[in-house]
């Protein structure tokens, strides 16, 4: 088992920034890939970033490419999502995942581990 813990959501008005983070006990953190995900009102859940555990390798969404970014430090037991230029339409519930499958998943199902979400509001 792990547990997550995701914080640093607020609210923040369009073309600032925000860096969530998410921390993680339990089983060994750095044997995990790592993702970030997000759900607005009325939408499914849709894949943010994901990162192998080393670090090594990345994946993000067509949206959150150039503007977001994700990485872990394996020693604090913590992965990050650093989010710039926020739009309004970043708005949503972001939540952090983890999964022990190989590769970078990118979708829901990729993952056995969720956090409790943390709300980002983005303001015009």
């Known amino acids: 088992q792990v547990q997550l813990v995701e914080s640093g959501g607020g609210l923040v008005q369009a073309g600032g920034s925000l860096r969530l983070s998410c921390a993680a006990s339990?089983?060994?953190?750095?044997?995990?890939?790592m993702g970030w995900f997000r759900q607005a009102p009325g939408k499914e859940r849709e894949f943010v970033a994901a990162i192998t555990w080393n670090g090594g390798r990345t994946s993000y969404a067509d949206f959150a490419k150039g503007r977001f970014t994700i990485s872990r430090d394996n020693a604090k037991n913590t992965t990050y999502l650093q989010m710039n230029s926020l739009k309004p339409e970043d708005t949503a519930v972001y939540f952090c995942?983890?999964?022990?499958?190989?590769?970078?998943?990118?979708?829901?199902?990729?993952?056995?581990?969720w956090g409790q979400g943390t709300q980002v509001t983005v303001s015009s």
């Open positions: 995942a983890a999964t022990q499958i190989f590769g970078l998943p990118v979708v829901v199902g990729g993952y056995g581990y």
């Open positions: 339990g089983r060994t953190f750095s044997s995990f890939t």
